[in-house]
């Protein structure tokens, strides 16, 4: 299994467009800041450095955040998730499955694939924690000031989670980061999955962009536990959705590996 493992990474370190998935997010979250350093310094806002976080859902000027969100699907297939599609296109899946299992290489696949799209991800929103604290280091604005200041107590009490996450922010910052990066390796790994049973690739994107959509504007939507500090986020729906997510997610997985070790493809 290591050497099937290395294989797949090894694959994926060759592959030019994952490298082009992590510099596009790189891009993303350091327009996010340029953006946002032009919008809140024209509005005087002086915002807490928390706020202005790539994911933070109170922070303004999100054009990059929401192109990503909206396009997660299109986005994800720009890289190495088209392999299977490759290997039957050229014929190496033949031989390929002659070497190992078919299972090994599903899981082999699947698990390099979603550690590269995870890293992908990861390091380019920590840069950019890491920059939006150095260059707002000095703000001082809580955007729920103003409600506080009226009635603190029954703020609290309305918003206990909007509370929590905000008196724990370097953590909350932390886990949204790890929590986001895990979803858009879940993205992928679907995206990827989908052509095991899809095999031209405008369906393979349409099904993909319709799926992300249908769950976008669901009550569990993956929304839910993308964006810290939305003030009335329910805890039970953000772990509702975290749940939803990975078990939908193995589902389908299980669903490809017996469809695949049938011969069906």
Not at 24 to 40: G, R
Not at 188 to 217: P, S
Not at 237 to 242: F, S, V
């Amino acid at each position: 299994m290591g050497q099937i493992i290395s294989y797949s990474l090894f694959r994926a370190l060759k592959e030019k467009r994952i490298w082009g998935i992590a510099l596009l997010f790189l891009f993303f979250s350091v327009a996010d800041i340029l953006i946002q350093q032009k919008t809140l310094y024209e509005a005087e806002s002086g915002l807490l450095s928390q706020f202005t976080t790539f994911l933070s859902g109170n922070s303004e000027g999100h054009v990059p955040q929401l192109v990503s969100y909206t396009l997660l699907p299109i986005i994800v297939s720009l890289g190495s998730v088209f392999w299977f599609a490759q290997d039957s296109k050229t014929g190496n899946i033949r031989f390929l499955v002659t070497r190992m299992s078919r299972a090994k290489y599903l899981f082999s696949n699947t698990l390099i694939i979603g550690l590269t799209y995870f890293f992908s991800v990861l390091l380019p929103l920590l840069l950019n924690y890491a920059l939006v604290s150095f260059l707002f280091k000095n703000n001082d604005r809580n955007p729920y000031q103003a409600n506080l200041a009226v009635n603190y107590a029954n703020f609290v009490k309305q918003y206990p989670v909007g509370m929590w996450e905000m008196n724990h922010h370097v953590f909350v910052n932390f886990a949204y980061i790890f929590v986001f990066s895990v979803f858009v390796a879940l993205v992928a790994i679907f995206m990827y999955h989908l052509t095991f049973w899809i095999e031209k690739w405008q369906f393979i994107l349409l099904v993909g962009f319709g799926v992300w959509l249908i769950c976008c504007v669901s009550k569990y939507s993956p929304m839910n536990v993308f964006q810290p500090f939305a003030i009335d986020s329910n805890l039970q729906d953000k772990i509702t959705t975290c749940i939803l997510a990975i078990f939908i997610s193995l589902f389908f997985y299980i669903s490809t590996l017996i469809r695949f070790k049938k011969g069906n493809l």
